[in-house]
């Protein structure tokens, strides 16, 4: 596809699962993020890739969140022993190297009951 | 800690008016600036960047000025349409990622 792309679009589980979220970036772009946004708020920083270098890890919130990149494409973020707080869109973006514009997805939204 | 934030949470215009949103920075040494449009349930769409060595950029109806004396940033958009009605985030580039502000949400009136 033309754009970055999500999945699943929607996501609900139950407190204390584990979750799996999918990004595909778009082809080219060397550089991956990913963001979270919980309702009425702005974008947080998670986690960011740029191609073999080791990842940028300084925003994921616990021990809980980790994301792979494999490949130097897809990458998958996920979440281990889901809490309520996680509610959240999860937003993945791609971009060239450097500070450029960074291309998003259309998210996923997650709901932990 | 550094930060990105903006001074107007809402921002109510007529349409045709223009609209001015502002954000303030606290890194002087940020070297880019970006600002996004987020429409509801979609993720933020590009609009126009800016870099550090620049004070002004253009773009289509919009308008990125840059004031690294005070650490200010605002988008201006010309002729404002309901088309227009967003939230509107200002972002500051550290280290490669992007730290987002908290949003102003620009709502137009017929």
């Known amino acids: 596809g033309a754009g970055v792309s999500q999945s699943p679009s929607n996501k609900v589980t139950e407190k204390g699962k584990d979750v799996e979220l999918r990004c595909d970036p778009i082809s080219g772009h060397t550089a991956l993020y990913w963001y979270r946004q919980s309702l009425g708020q702005g974008l947080e920083f998670l986690i960011y890739?740029?191609?073999?270098?080791?990842?940028?890890k300084s925003g994921l919130p616990s021990d809980r969140f980790s994301a792979e990149r494999t490949g130097g494409s897809v990458s998958t973020l996920t979440i281990q022993r889901t809490q309520q707080e996680d509610s959240a869109v999860y937003l993945c973006?791609?971009?060239?190297?450097?500070?450029?514009?960074?291309?998003f997805g259309p998210g996923t939204r997650l709901t932990v009951l | 800690g550094e930060s990105v934030g903006l001074h107007l949470p809402t921002l109510s215009v007529q349409e045709g008016d223009n609209s001015i949103i502002n954000c303030a920075y606290s890194n002087s040494a940020s070297d880019y600036f970006i600002w996004y449009k987020q429409e509801s349930g979609k993720g933020p769409q590009f609009i126009i960047d800016?870099?550090?060595?620049?004070d002004k950029r253009q773009g289509q109806r919009v308008t990125v000025l840059l004031n690294k004396t005070v650490k200010h940033l605002s988008l201006q958009i010309a002729a404002t349409q309901p088309g227009d009605s967003a939230v509107y985030f200002c972002?500051?580039?550290?280290?490669?990622?992007?730290?987002f502000g908290q949003g102003t949400e620009l709502s137009v009136k017929p």
């Open positions: 800016i870099r550090s060595n620049m």
């Open positions: 972002a500051e580039n550290q280290g490669g990622k992007l730290i």
């Open positions: 973006a791609s971009s060239f190297p450097g500070p450029n514009e960074q291309f």
């Open positions: 890739f740029q191609g073999n270098s080791a990842p940028d």
